[in-house]
């Protein structure tokens, strides 16, 4: 099992970015497929991001094409989701994940909050 801790949310004016991180500490997931998700009030939790182990593979949900980047940093054990023209219909909580495919998940952070503001 991989401890994920993800830092970065917080409040955000519209038309604004932010940077989430997603390390694991003490452990090295060089191997494993990383993921962004994100749940809002009342509604299921949906893929918003994946990159592969190498980091020349990266998937998109349409809500975020063009807007959100994923990168990974294998040195330093940590993942980044780079928003920008942040939209309140982002507003969720956002959560990191691990796991050995783009459809084997299982390991997941505890969560941060991401809130736009219109």
């Known amino acids: 099992q991989v401890q994920l801790v993800e830092s970065g949310g917080g409040l955000v004016q519209a038309g604004g970015s932010l940077r989430l991180s997603c390390a694991a500490p003490?452990?090295?997931?060089?191997?494993?497929?990383m993921g962004w998700f994100r749940q809002a009030p009342g509604k299921e939790r949906e893929f918003v991001a994946g990159?592969?182990?190498?980091?020349?593979?990266?998937y998109y949900a349409d809500s975020a094409k063009g807007r959100f980047t994923i990168s990974r940093d294998n040195a330093k054990n940590t993942v980044y989701l780079q928003m920008n023209s942040l939209k309140p219909e982002d507003t969720a909580i956002y959560y990191c994940?691990?796991?050995?495919?783009?459809?084997?998940?299982?390991?997941w952070g505890q969560g941060t909050q991401v809130t736009v503001s219109s």
């Open positions: 994940a691990a796991g050995p495919t783009m459809s084997g998940f299982k390991d």
């Open positions: 990159i592969r182990w190498s980091g020349d593979s990266t």
């Open positions: 003490g452990r090295t997931f060089r191997s494993y497929v």
